[in-house]
């Protein structure tokens, strides 16, 4: 039972390079979510998506771009790091409108990117 | 707008003792509210939630809390905390969906809970 899976789980990316961080749920969800975790900051919204071929800003999304080209995948893209993008991303779904209708939103297990 | 107090970012008990983590929200509208527990390098799995009904909520691993709404919280507690239970927790709400986007889902700043033995 693989719910959200993201890849890589670790990386070390040098200042301007660029990489895709994939994720990947099999429980058919509408909604799927990027988070950010910092320390001291809780979880922030990068962007997220209500459907296949839908995706919207969350509230920390300049320097990240999306795509949902099919609904059990949601990549986010990090076209030019930059150190103030070290973090630890989190992938989350949910069936549809996410907690609002009292649905529980699935986390994957995380991604640690370092940018030096 | 909504948001969420974590009241402490740090909470220590010894094992065996009951726990108290403390969250406030506030909101313009009846919220939904979730606790979240992220043990260790991996990823948030959620302990409880409250929508509707029943303010007194039970979840996994003998945790509860409790809606007052009169008080704007939603207390975290245990009644005998283990070893295990070391890990953040998250304190969230959410406002009903008014259209758009995602919900309004705040996270609290999380609280660290740290058990003695």
């Known amino acids: 039972n693989a719910g959200v899976t993201q890849t890589p789980k670790f990386r070390v990316l040098k200042t301007g390079q660029s990489m895709t961080l994939l994720c990947a749920q099999d429980?058919?969800?509408?909604?799927m979510y990027w988070y950010r975790q910092d320390p001291g900051m809780g979880l922030r919204l990068i962007h997220y998506?209500?459907?296949?071929?839908?995706?919207a800003k969350g509230e920390v999304p300049d320097g990240y771009n999306v795509s949902r080209l099919k609904k059990q995948n949601f990549l986010l893209g990090l076209e030019s790091a930059a150190p103030s993008q070290t973090s630890v991303y989190f992938c989350?779904?949910?069936?549809?409108?996410?907690?609002?209708?009292?649905?529980?939103?699935?986390f994957g297990e995380g991604s640690w990117l370092t940018v030096v | 707008a909504q948001s969420v107090t974590q009241l402490d970012s740090h909470v220590s008990v010894s094992e065996g003792t009951p726990v108290l983590l403390r969250c406030n929200y506030s909101?313009?509208?009846?919220?939904?509210l979730f606790w979240y527990v992220q043990y260790p390098n991996q990823g948030l799995q959620l302990l409880l939630k409250?929508?509707?009904?029943?303010?007194l909520v039970k979840g996994i691993n003998g945790f509860e809390a409790e809606f007052k709404k009169s008080e704007t919280s939603f207390h975290l507690t245990k009644p005998s905390a283990h070893m295990s239970d070391a890990a953040e927790y998250f304190c969230?709400?959410?406002?009903?969906?008014?259209?758009?986007?995602?919900?309004?889902?705040?996270f609290g700043k999380g609280t660290h809970l740290i058990i003695q033995p």
């Open positions: 969230v709400v959410s406002v009903p969906y008014s259209g758009g986007g995602a919900d309004g889902l705040t």
């Open positions: 409250y929508t509707t009904g029943a303010t």
């Open positions: 429980m058919n969800h509408e909604y």
């Open positions: 998506s209500v459907g296949e071929g839908t995706t």
């Open positions: 989350a779904s949910s069936p549809r409108q996410g907690s609002s209708s009292g649905n529980t939103i699935y």
């Open positions: 909101s313009s509208v009846p919220p939904y």
